[in-house]
């Protein structure tokens, strides 16, 4: 087989719809579109959300509470993630290395779940009071990074 002789198979393509082509092609006169109307009209475009005059549901909804625009989103990652693997200074390329992040957001928090048995020196942008003090009663290090 050539890539000249491919064609795609019986019934798998259609012949375009010509609309406003006569009575006899069923689709004549008003080309399917119906009497009158706005939707009959050239340059018709529904704009997303309306419901012809009623009030959209976005509108109707309550708005609750309050976005904070600035607000800062970290990835955290608890103590015990680090326990089994086999590292003693972790930074922000290896938390990729190691598969625990895959973006970094707006920083790394490492939280104190679970337990640390060996030193460890850790660089993130935010501890948690418990994660700190177990780093530091394992004889790890806990670096912060300002950005």
């Given at each position: 087989m050539k890539l000249n002789e491919l064609r795609p198979n019986d019934g798998a393509t259609r012949n375009k719809k010509r609309v406003g082509r006569g009575p006899g092609s069923g689709n004549g006169k008003t080309a399917g579109r119906g009497h009158k109307g706005q939707k009959s009209r050239s340059g018709y475009s529904r704009k997303r959300g309306f419901e012809g005059g009623q009030m959209p549901l976005q509108?109707?909804?309550?708005?609750?509470?309050?976005?904070?625009?600035?607000?800062?989103?970290?990835?955290?990652?608890?103590?015990?993630?680090?326990?089994?693997?086999?590292?003693?200074?972790?930074?922000?390329?290896?938390?990729?290395?190691?598969?625990?992040?895959?973006?970094?957001?707006?920083?790394?928090?490492?939280?104190?779940?679970?337990?640390?048995?060996?030193?460890?020196?850790f660089h993130a942008h935010k501890f948690s009071k418990s994660a700190q003090e177990k780093i530091e009663k394992a004889g790890g290090k806990c670096v912060v990074i300002e950005d």
């Open positions: 509108r109707r909804l309550p708005k609750r509470g309050f976005k904070n625009p600035f607000r800062k989103e970290f990835v955290v990652l608890n103590l015990s993630l680090f326990e089994t693997r086999d590292v003693t200074e972790v930074t922000l390329e290896d938390y990729r290395k190691l598969g625990l992040i895959k973006n970094l957001r707006d920083g790394v928090k490492i939280l104190g779940d679970g337990d640390l048995s060996r030193a460890i020196t």
